[in-house]
Protein backbone atom coordinates (compact mmCIF):
# COMPACT_ATOMS: atom_id res chain seq x y z
CA UNK A 1 0.00 0.00 0.00
CA UNK A 2 1.46 3.34 0.12
CA UNK A 3 0.09 6.83 0.79
CA UNK A 4 -2.66 8.27 -1.01
CA UNK A 5 -1.59 10.78 -3.56
CA UNK A 6 -1.21 14.40 -2.24
CA UNK A 7 -3.93 16.61 -2.86
CA UNK A 8 -3.85 19.22 -5.24
CA UNK A 9 -4.53 22.78 -3.31
CA UNK A 10 -6.22 25.17 -5.58
CA UNK A 11 -4.68 28.26 -6.12
CA UNK A 12 -6.24 30.86 -4.38
CA UNK A 13 -4.89 33.86 -6.51
CA UNK A 14 -5.60 32.52 -9.41
CA UNK A 15 -9.35 32.04 -8.68
CA UNK A 16 -9.59 35.28 -6.85
CA UNK A 17 -7.93 37.21 -10.06
CA UNK A 18 -11.08 35.55 -12.10
CA UNK A 19 -13.50 36.28 -9.81
CA UNK A 20 -12.50 39.94 -9.81
CA UNK A 21 -11.53 40.19 -13.23
CA UNK A 22 -15.48 39.04 -13.62
CA UNK A 23 -16.89 41.41 -11.40
CA UNK A 24 -14.98 44.27 -13.03
CA UNK A 25 -16.67 43.17 -16.67
CA UNK A 26 -19.85 43.06 -15.09
CA UNK A 27 -19.64 46.49 -13.51
CA UNK A 28 -18.20 47.89 -16.87
CA UNK A 29 -20.99 45.98 -18.72
CA UNK A 30 -23.64 47.00 -16.52
CA UNK A 31 -22.86 50.66 -16.36
CA UNK A 32 -22.65 50.55 -20.63
CA UNK A 33 -26.45 49.02 -20.64
CA UNK A 34 -27.52 51.76 -17.53
CA UNK A 35 -25.86 54.72 -19.66
CA UNK A 36 -27.68 52.99 -22.92
CA UNK A 37 -31.11 53.23 -21.25
CA UNK A 38 -30.10 56.40 -19.58
CA UNK A 39 -29.91 58.71 -22.36
CA UNK A 40 -32.64 60.35 -24.63
CA UNK A 41 -33.43 58.94 -27.83
CA UNK A 42 -33.37 61.04 -31.09
CA UNK A 43 -35.37 61.18 -34.00
CA UNK A 44 -32.67 59.49 -36.66
CA UNK A 45 -33.82 61.78 -39.58
CA UNK A 46 -34.29 65.24 -37.92
CA UNK A 47 -32.04 64.36 -34.56
CA UNK A 48 -34.47 65.92 -32.45
CA UNK A 49 -35.03 64.29 -28.88
CA UNK A 50 -38.14 62.28 -29.07
CA UNK A 51 -37.59 60.64 -25.58
CA UNK A 52 -36.01 61.61 -22.45
CA UNK A 53 -32.93 60.68 -21.19
CA UNK A 54 -29.33 62.06 -20.89
CA UNK A 55 -27.30 63.64 -23.66
CA UNK A 56 -23.64 64.40 -23.08
CA UNK A 57 -23.02 67.91 -23.35
CA UNK A 58 -20.37 67.41 -26.41
CA UNK A 59 -23.34 65.49 -27.70
CA UNK A 60 -26.14 68.77 -27.38
CA UNK A 61 -27.19 70.18 -30.60
CA UNK A 62 -29.28 73.47 -31.49
CA UNK A 63 -32.74 72.83 -30.62
CA UNK A 64 -32.23 70.26 -27.36
CA UNK A 65 -34.03 71.17 -24.68
CA UNK A 66 -33.02 70.91 -21.56
CA UNK A 67 -34.79 69.63 -18.39
CA UNK A 68 -33.10 71.42 -16.04
CA UNK A 69 -29.79 73.53 -15.43
CA UNK A 70 -27.31 74.43 -12.13
CA UNK A 71 -25.05 76.90 -12.38
CA UNK A 72 -21.66 76.54 -11.48
CA UNK A 73 -21.06 73.13 -11.45
CA UNK A 74 -18.76 71.17 -14.16
CA UNK A 75 -21.34 69.43 -16.26
CA UNK A 76 -20.68 66.28 -18.65
CA UNK A 77 -24.25 65.48 -19.10
CA UNK A 78 -27.89 67.10 -18.96
CA UNK A 79 -30.93 65.71 -18.80
CA UNK A 80 -33.06 66.67 -22.28
CA UNK A 81 -36.78 65.81 -22.62
CA UNK A 82 -38.65 66.74 -25.95
CA UNK A 83 -39.58 70.20 -26.08
CA UNK A 84 -43.03 69.64 -25.99
CA UNK A 85 -42.42 68.71 -22.41
CA UNK A 86 -41.66 71.34 -19.58
CA UNK A 87 -37.85 72.13 -20.04
CA UNK A 88 -35.61 74.70 -18.16
CA UNK A 89 -33.85 75.80 -20.99
CA UNK A 90 -32.95 75.14 -24.95
CA UNK A 91 -29.93 75.35 -26.79
CA UNK A 92 -30.47 77.92 -29.41
CA UNK A 93 -26.41 78.11 -30.64
CA UNK A 94 -22.80 76.19 -30.43
CA UNK A 95 -19.42 77.61 -31.11
CA UNK A 96 -16.00 76.65 -31.16
CA UNK A 97 -13.44 78.98 -29.43
CA UNK A 98 -9.82 79.32 -30.67
CA UNK A 99 -7.11 76.60 -30.65
CA UNK A 100 -4.08 77.16 -28.34
CA UNK A 101 -3.26 77.07 -24.80
CA UNK A 102 -6.44 77.37 -21.96
CA UNK A 103 -7.34 80.65 -21.90
CA UNK A 104 -8.36 80.20 -18.43
CA UNK A 105 -11.94 80.17 -16.74
CA UNK A 106 -12.67 83.91 -16.96
CA UNK A 107 -11.37 84.25 -20.29
CA UNK A 108 -13.71 81.73 -21.74
CA UNK A 109 -16.68 83.18 -19.84
CA UNK A 110 -16.30 86.19 -21.29
CA UNK A 111 -16.19 84.47 -24.84
CA UNK A 112 -18.61 82.50 -23.59
CA UNK A 113 -21.18 85.34 -22.55
CA UNK A 114 -19.96 87.28 -25.63
CA UNK A 115 -20.88 84.83 -28.09
CA UNK A 116 -24.01 83.97 -26.40
CA UNK A 117 -25.01 87.36 -26.30
CA UNK A 118 -24.29 88.17 -30.07
CA UNK A 119 -26.08 85.07 -30.91
CA UNK A 120 -28.94 85.74 -29.09
CA UNK A 121 -30.17 88.70 -31.96
CA UNK A 122 -30.47 85.54 -33.99
CA UNK A 123 -33.75 83.83 -32.01
CA UNK A 124 -37.32 85.61 -32.40
CA UNK A 125 -37.34 88.91 -31.30
CA UNK A 126 -40.43 87.36 -28.55
CA UNK A 127 -37.48 85.54 -26.63
CA UNK A 128 -35.19 88.65 -26.68
CA UNK A 129 -37.98 91.33 -25.61
CA UNK A 130 -39.54 87.74 -22.69
CA UNK A 131 -37.55 89.48 -19.28
CA UNK A 132 -37.99 85.74 -18.06
CA UNK A 133 -35.40 84.32 -20.35
CA UNK A 134 -32.05 84.69 -19.96
CA UNK A 135 -29.02 83.07 -21.62
CA UNK A 136 -26.84 80.29 -19.62
CA UNK A 137 -23.89 78.80 -21.47
CA UNK A 138 -21.77 75.42 -20.86
CA UNK A 139 -17.61 76.30 -21.49
CA UNK A 140 -14.53 73.74 -22.11
CA UNK A 141 -12.25 73.40 -18.63
CA UNK A 142 -9.02 73.13 -18.15
CA UNK A 143 -10.02 69.13 -18.15
CA UNK A 144 -11.92 69.11 -21.15
CA UNK A 145 -9.45 71.42 -22.98
CA UNK A 146 -7.13 68.88 -23.23
CA UNK A 147 -8.83 66.59 -24.47
CA UNK A 148 -9.48 68.97 -27.59
CA UNK A 149 -13.16 70.60 -26.22
CA UNK A 150 -13.14 74.08 -27.94
CA UNK A 151 -16.85 74.45 -27.76
CA UNK A 152 -19.33 76.59 -25.88
CA UNK A 153 -22.84 75.23 -26.18
CA UNK A 154 -25.54 78.78 -25.28
CA UNK A 155 -28.96 78.08 -23.87
CA UNK A 156 -31.93 79.95 -22.83
CA UNK A 157 -32.76 79.52 -19.82
CA UNK A 158 -36.18 80.19 -17.93
CA UNK A 159 -35.20 80.79 -13.94
CA UNK A 160 -38.98 81.79 -13.47
CA UNK A 161 -39.98 77.53 -13.95
CA UNK A 162 -40.17 75.00 -16.85
CA UNK A 163 -42.21 76.13 -20.08
CA UNK A 164 -43.18 73.29 -23.45
CA UNK A 165 -42.88 74.67 -26.85
CA UNK A 166 -39.31 75.76 -28.76
Request: include cysteine; proline fraction near 8%.
Amino acid sequence: FGAPPPKKKANVGAILSAVIGGVVILAVAGGFVIRTLSSADRDSDTGEITAPGDVAADALQVGDCIEDLIDGVPVTELPAVPCSEPHRGEVYALFDVADGPFPGEAALSQMGEEGCLDRLENLSQDIIDDPGVQIFYLQPTGESWSYGDREIVCLTYYPDGQRTGS
